[in-house]
């Protein structure tokens, strides 16, 4: 049981290049999140699904797409990168009722140079 | 609409001094609230939670409290240890599906 996975743990994109942030859960939860955690900022949220097949924007959606391939994995895009872009992104997900909690992942550490 | 506001810091305490680290909210209804923590190079993980008013969430030492009057959660320890090092985040979560997070509050625990 690995929890919450994600890929890469580092990158370094020039602007304007593409890439796209892997997620997966093992634990099947339905509902998956992505954040943003930037200095003095807490963790905004970008995108999240509540479930497989539909995806809803967060605090902090623009720049950023999503795909809920299946109900483990849950992917965000950047398109074109810009350096304000650069900052740690986490995965989530989230179990709910009586146990109501999220599990995060490690964290992908993006520099947009 | 929903926030956290939680104290600023770096708080810097001694070893077993007691912690205190501050947290209001706003919401409306009956949120959920929550204590994560977070060491230094991985993601957050659940300290505590408390789902109703007058709730008291504990775990490791670390207790708060669900005051609905004052529209807080306030997190403590009695005594704190080196390992307790840590950021710490308050969040809620209301009616949907999102989370909402404090700016989050550094604490280091010198021997």
């Known amino acids: 049981n690995a929890g919450v996975t994600q890929t890469p743990k580092f990158q370094v994109l020039k602007t304007g290049q593409s890439m796209t942030l892997q997620c997966a859960q093992d634990?099947?939860?339905?509902?998956m999140y992505w954040y943003r955690q930037d200095p003095g900022m807490g963790l905004r949220l970008i995108y999240y699904?509540?479930?497989?097949?539909?995806?809803d924007k967060g605090e902090v959606p623009n720049g950023y797409n999503v795909s809920r391939l299946n109900k483990r994995e849950f992917s965000l895009r950047l398109e074109s990168a810009a350096p304000s872009q650069t900052s740690v992104y986490f995965c989530a997900s989230r179990v709910q009722g009586a146990q109501e909690t999220q599990y995060f992942g490690p964290g992908t550490r993006l520099l947009v140079l | 609409g929903n926030s956290v506001t939680q104290m600023e810091g770096p708080v810097t305490l001694s070893e077993e001094a007691f912690l205190t680290i501050n947290c209001t909210y706003t919401a409306t209804g009956y949120p959920s609230l929550f204590w994560y923590v977070q060491y230094p190079g991985e993601g957050l993980q659940l300290l505590l939670k408390a789902t109703k008013a007058d709730d008291k969430g504990s775990n490791k030492g670390f207790e708060a409290t669900y005051r609905k009057e004052t529209t807080s959660f306030h997190l403590e320890k009695g005594s704190v240890q080196v390992s307790d090092s840590a950021v710490y985040f308050c969040a809620l979560m209301n009616t949907g599906n999102q989370f909402y997070f404090g700016t989050g509050t550094s604490l280091t625990v010198i021997p």
């Open positions: 634990m099947n939860h339905n509902s």
């Open positions: 699904s509540a479930s497989e097949g539909t995806t």
